[in-house]
């Protein structure tokens, strides 16, 4: 997406309105655009307000799973004589998605505030914003953005001089997925290596340090200042299609399209407009084949699937496939579907923290058996062991990484079989030569 | 223990009942029925990786890893439903995809989890057609040896080495497929406790160097025993090969050593093996020391002792019921008795409370003390001008011969014989620790039973039949047919032993009467990382 942005004119631009501005990365900058009022607001609010309006709201987490955002607020207990703890997952790794890195390149700010708001919510004195380690540039700004509340009062032992302390640290990981996975991200902010902890106990009864803890996805705390400025209501008529589904959502487009990037629409907004007028429709001369809607470990859809789908949580599983990360990977004729699953089988096999037995030796199973029908060795027998691993990964480990390489595997050979038996029978795919425009 | 809730659930069609926070996994072993595992060990925190002991759990919508689901009330558990055996079909089928299946070559064939299940519950053959993943063996230094190739990942090892050991020395390298055990910079497997990763390890990754291509597990007899190698009196069980000892590996005792014994003691065997032996009863005649028949060599040690005052050099490696009969002999003519023991450095496992390779290198001090035997430096210091010396397994090691020559006559009673016994009127072969039953007392007054591993040599006799046969030779009632025998006459004459049987004492043991209140030894934590 180049900049200076300009938003498709049916975007609803409410988390992504100040992208390209690269003035609304400082604070004078962000507070000339309302920013911080929301905070302050919150600061003058009780906890259990600010829970109630954005459970109101019907906000949903947006790091994948959409788990209603207020409850999970609702279950750190105050008065526990236990300190809490905010966790902000911007470790963003799967595949396809890149959402959370334009919020924080473009406004660093905003996450200080949706951090400070979320910790004051829960109780927590401090927030913890574990980033990806990759994200060089997104780290910058919010060094600079936490380094400026600070000296601004913002933020510290004495919040906006309410006498309140909200603490923010900004945690580098060191550039694996499997940190994504909150657990591990808890593991892994506390200096041990990145495995995924057997639930339960859940975070909010022992989290970081043990100690009770909530963890929200990036845009999910950005949310929460929108919605405590315009009220939960606001936020809940965000919606086209199923009242469950409210607010607004950041797509990040990616493969081929015309117009890949990053775009803001209300949930249940049609997955077919989107693609072909938000995004500009396939490059020159070729067809959509597939798409995959919410980065690399949902279900693939056929083109007939998402055609029909409306974007929303459940607009999506209807559709065959899950709202996710909201990491949008198109796939057109032009793309041999056996090489795209295997190249994700590898992502998942390479990224598998290695515990769990059906995860470790399943991924890299999993990896050699598609490669080797990709390169035309293998046989139709393969098809149904690639399933029953599939099976075996599937729910029986701690975390879902095993699951999330069996989908695409699965989901692939269901709806793309004639291509795998192309292969397996010989015939090599002929992809659409066609000129790019 | 605090009044726990009890909870009631059903496994596999049983009732069970059991205090609120146990695990299905160890409910299920109360019920008799073992759930396949491989990462979990009770004594160590759960980790919950392996996924080998998945079971279904009736309402959950997904399997459950029963060593890290406790029970609930009503639950209904199903450990060989189609959907669990299935699970671990599955598990067993990627544990072997890049497992070497080298068993033939593998120490650990035989006794080997992987083995045990595969055949189990495991698949026929395997679907696998790839390459598989290749690492060299590396020696992790002490007695360990580390085969990647066979290694399933269960971390154990680790966990040992971490939570119990509390010297992080393991660890998992690598991620993915390509994981494997590492070892941390500058560090190697030689803490005194580091050897009982290779009992952990549930397949033959990890290995002893001494027990290396010495045998295979079918061909060994096992027996229970105590490790007679210092005061701590681990729970053992002796292994032998051919009438060799061949290993020692600890035999879980919750109010001893929990799971595991210190690598001294178990590499410490060989003693027990002595090929230069008394193997026969000798008196001494004019040309020196002439072997006999038992009756004559009996009748010529009573001669020697009878009415005289006798000097006990005891070997604090004796069983109590020896000792015991031993204090006999001492009463019969006013004498006494001492013994000394070798000490080295103390060397705790911190994970376990009250668990150490002790300092006082031998099985029985305190039955020793408790017997009426002198702790001492100097062995014969008490040996009076004219007393009989009786050396009763005691080495005489680094003893001069001027210092024997002041008893007035030696018999010696043990297993080698002493060079600086070479004026001995008699000997009486006895079998060492190894080669006989018997009790010995623990550093906290623990009395435990250990049995006979291997065939005493020659003649041999164990030592509580040749001091029973000997004090009736002089004329005492004591008339022994069984070591337990002799236990409960000790039992009616000590106050310190009274109630105890060898029955009641079982395999576990029993403290003394008067023994120190140990309270019981806290399992480690044992909590989820």
Same mark, same amino acid.
């Given at each position: ?29 962000w507070?000339?655009r309302?920013?911080?009022?929301a ?7 009780q906890?259990?307000d600010i ?5 109101e709201s ?8 959409g788990?209603?955002t207020?409850l ?8 526990d004589?236990?300190p809490?703890?905010?966790c902000?997952n911007a470790d963003?790794?799967e595949?396809g ?6 919020l ?6 905003a996450?200080v505030?949706g951090?400070a708001i979320?910790?004051?919510?829960i ?8 980033i990806r ?6 780290l ?5 953005a936490?380094?400026?509340a600070y ?11 309410t ?7 900004v ?8 940190c994504?996975?909150?657990?591990a ?7 041990r290596?990145?495995?995924p902890?057997?639930?339960?106990p859940?975070?909010?009864v022992?989290?970081v340090?043990?100690?009770p803890?909530?963890?929200n996805?990036?845009e999910?705390?950005?949310a929460a200042?929108p919605?405590?400025m ?6 809940k ?8 589904s ?7 487009v990616?493969g ?22 938000l995004?500009?429709?396939p490059?020159?001369g070729r ?6 809607p ?9 083109m007939?699937?998402?055609?029909g ?16 990360s ?14 795209v699953?295997?190249r994700?089988a590898?992502?998942f ?6 515990q769990?037995?059906?995860c470790?030796?399943g ?7 598609v490669e ?7 046989t139709?027998e ?11 990964m599937?729910?029986k480990t ?15 050979i ?16 002929h992809?659409v030569?066609a000129?790019?425009a | ?5 009890i ?14 926070g ?14 396949p595992?491989y ?23 997904k ?14 558990v199903?450990?060989?439903s ?5 699970a ?9 995809i890049?497992h ?8 650990q064939?035989?006794?080997?989890e992987?083995q045990?299940y ?5 698949r026929n053959?395997s ?21 990647p190739?066979?290694?399933i ?10 939570d119990v ?19 941390f910079e ?11 990763v290779?009992?952990?390890?549930p397949?033959?990754a990890l ?10 597990a ?6 229970a ?8 009196g ?7 090969r051919?009438?060799q000892?061949?290993r020692m590996?600890?035999?879980?005792n919750e109010?001893v ?6 690598d001294?003691g ?21 040309n ?7 009756e004559?060599a009996?009748?010529a ?7 005289k ?6 070997s ?6 020896? #000792?015991? =009969?031993?204090?006999? @002999?001492?009463?019969? /003519?006013?004498?006494?008795?001492? +013994?000394r023991?070798? $000490? ?8 376990v409370e ?6 006082e290198?031998?099985a ?7 017997l ?9 210091g008490?040996?009076?001008?004219g007393?009989v010396?009786?050396?009763?397994g005691?080495d005489?090691?680094?003893i ?8 007035g006559?030696?018999?010696?009673i043990?297993?080698v014989l002493?060079?600086a016994a ?9 079998a060492?620790f190894?080669?006989e039953?018997?009790t010995?007392?623990n550093?906290r007054g ?10 005493a040599?020659?003649e041999?006799?164990?030592?509580? #039949?040749? =001091?029973?046969?000997? @004090?009736?030779?002089? /004329?005492?009632?004591a008339?022994f +047919?069984l070591?337990? $025998? ?9 106050p310190?032993f009274?109630?105890l049987?060898?029955?009641s ?5 029993l403290?003394?009467v008067?023994a120190p209140p140990t309270?019981?030894?806290?399992p480690?934590?044992?909590a989820?990382?």
């Amino acid at each position: 997406m180049g900049y200076p942005h300009h938003p498709h004119p049916r975007e609803t631009t409410v988390l992504s309105k100040h992208f390209g501005e690269a003035d609304a990365r400082t604070l004078d900058g962000w507070k000339k655009r309302g920013g911080y009022k929301a905070l302050e607001k919150a600061l003058g609010m009780q906890p259990v307000d600010i829970v109630n309006v954005v459970k109101e709201s019907g906000l949903r987490g947006r790091g994948g799973a959409g788990f209603p955002t207020g409850l999970k607020w609702s279950f750190m207990k105050p008065g526990d004589g236990k300190p809490h703890y905010l966790c902000c997952n911007a470790d963003e790794s799967e595949p396809g998605t890149f959402k959370d890195r334009e919020l924080m390149r473009w406004t660093p700010h905003a996450l200080v505030e949706g951090c400070a708001i979320g910790a004051y919510a829960i109780g927590a004195e401090t927030a913890y914003v574990y980033i990806r380690g990759e994200f060089t540039e997104p780290l910058h700004w919010m060094e600079q953005a936490v380094k400026e509340a600070y000296a601004a009062g913002i933020i510290g032992k004495n919040a906006m001089g309410t006498g309140k302390r909200i603490d923010v640290h900004v945690h580098r990981g060191a550039g694996a997925y499997i940190c994504g996975e909150e657990t591990a991200l808890m593991e892994s902010l506390e200096g041990r290596r990145g495995n995924p902890r057997i639930k339960p106990p859940f975070p909010a009864v022992s989290g970081v340090f043990g100690k009770p803890t909530t963890i929200n996805n990036v845009e999910t705390l950005i949310a929460a200042a929108p919605i405590l400025m315009n009220g939960g209501d606001w936020y809940k008529k965000m919606s086209l299609s199923n009242p469950k589904s409210t607010g607004t959502k950041l797509f990040s487009v990616c493969g081929n399209v015309q117009r890949p990037g990053t775009y803001e629409v209300v949930m249940g907004f049609p997955f077919k407009e989107f693609l072909y007028d938000l995004c500009g429709g396939p490059l020159h001369g070729r067809k959509f084949k597939a798409v995959i809607p919410g980065g690399a470990s949902v279900p693939i859809q056929t083109m007939e699937e998402a055609e029909g789908t409306l974007m929303d949580y459940e607009g999506f599983v209807a559709g065959g496939s899950m709202l996710g990360s909201g990491g949008v990977i198109v796939i057109d004729d032009a793309q041999p579907m056996v090489t795209v699953i295997a190249r994700l089988a590898r992502f998942f096999a390479h990224e598998s923290c290695g515990q769990c037995t059906q995860c470790r030796e399943g991924t890299a199973w999993t990896t050699k058996i598609v490669e080797r029908i990709r390169d035309g060795e293998g046989t139709i027998e393969d098809l149904d062991t690639l399933l029953d691993i599939a099976e075996q990964m599937t729910g029986k480990t701690i975390c879902v990484l095993s699951d999330s390489c069996a989908v695409p595997v699965v989901s692939g050979i269901k709806k793309f079989r004639g291509e795998f038996e192309a292969l397996i029978q010989g015939r090599r795919f002929h992809p659409v030569t066609a000129a790019v425009a | 223990m605090v009044d726990a809730k009890i909870v009631n659930l059903t496994i596999e069609g049983r009732s069970v009942s059991v205090p609120e926070g146990t695990t299905i996994l160890e409910a299920a072993k109360t019920a008799g029925i073992l759930i396949p595992h491989y990462c979990y060990h009770p004594g160590l925190p759960i980790a919950g990786v392996c996924r080998m002991c998945l079971v279904e759990v009736e309402k959950a919508p997904k399997l459950a890893p029963s060593c890290a689901t406790t029970v609930a009330e009503g639950q209904v558990v199903r450990v060989h439903s189609e959907k669990s055996l299935d699970a671990r079909k599955g598990v067993l089928e990627m544990l072997l995809i890049n497992h070497p299946l080298d068993c033939p070559i593998c120490d650990q064939s035989g006794e080997c989890e992987l083995q045990d299940y595969t055949y189990q519950e495991g698949r026929n053959d395997s679907r696998y057609r790839e390459p598989k993943r290749f690492n060299p063996a590396e020696d992790f230094g002490g007695d360990v040896i580390y085969v990647p190739n066979r290694c399933i990942l269960c971390t154990r090892c680790v966990r040992f080495m971490d939570d119990v050991a509390h010297e992080p020395t393991l660890n998992v390298s690598e991620r993915g497929d390509r994981a494997l055990i590492g070892k941390f910079e500058g560090k190697d497997m030689t803490h005194p406790w580091a050897a009982n990763v290779v009992d952990l390890c549930p397949v033959g990754a990890l290995l002893s160097k001494d027990f290396l291509n010495k045998a295979r597990a079918w061909e060994l007899d096992r027996t229970a025993s105590i490790c007679p190698n210092c005061t701590q009196g681990c729970n053992v069980i002796m292994e032998t090969r051919e009438n060799q000892v061949v290993r020692m590996r600890p035999r879980p005792n919750e109010n001893v050593n929990a799971f595991f014994m210190c690598d001294w003691g178990r590499l410490n065997y060989r003693w027990m093996n002595e090929k230069s032996r008394a193997e026969h009863p000798m008196v001494r005649g004019k040309n020196g020391l002439v072997a006999t028949n038992w009756e004559a060599a009996i009748s010529a040690a009573a001669r020697v002792l009878n009415g005289k005052k006798a000097f006990i050099a005891a070997s604090p490696m004796l069983s109590n019921e020896s #000792l015991f =009969l031993l204090t006999q @002999l001492m009463q019969a /003519g006013g004498g006494s008795g001492t +013994f000394r023991v070798t $000490e080295g450095e103390e060397a705790p496992l911190p994970g376990v409370e009250d668990l150490a390779l002790r300092r006082e290198r031998a099985a029985n001090v305190y039955g020793a003390e408790k017997l009426g035997f002198k702790k001492t430096k100097d062995l014969l210091g008490g040996l009076g001008q004219g007393d009989v010396l009786v050396i009763a397994g005691e080495d005489l090691a680094g003893i001069d011969a001027s210092a024997v020559a002041r008893a007035g006559d030696v018999i010696v009673i043990s297993s080698v014989l002493p060079e600086a016994a070479g004026k001995a009127s008699v000997v009486l072969p006895i079998a060492n620790f190894s080669e006989e039953e018997g009790t010995v007392t623990n550093l906290r007054g623990r009395v435990q039973r250990f049995t006979q591993a291997r065939q005493a040599p020659g003649e041999t006799r164990p030592s509580w #039949l040749v =001091l029973g046969d000997l @004090l009736g030779a002089m /004329g005492k009632q004591a008339n022994f +047919f069984l070591p337990s $025998e002799v236990f409960a006459k000790l039992a009616t004459s000590n106050p310190s032993f009274a109630g105890l049987s060898y029955d009641s004492l079982g395999f576990r043991g029993l403290p003394l009467v008067d023994a120190p209140p140990t309270g019981p030894k806290a399992p480690i934590a044992v909590a989820a990382r």
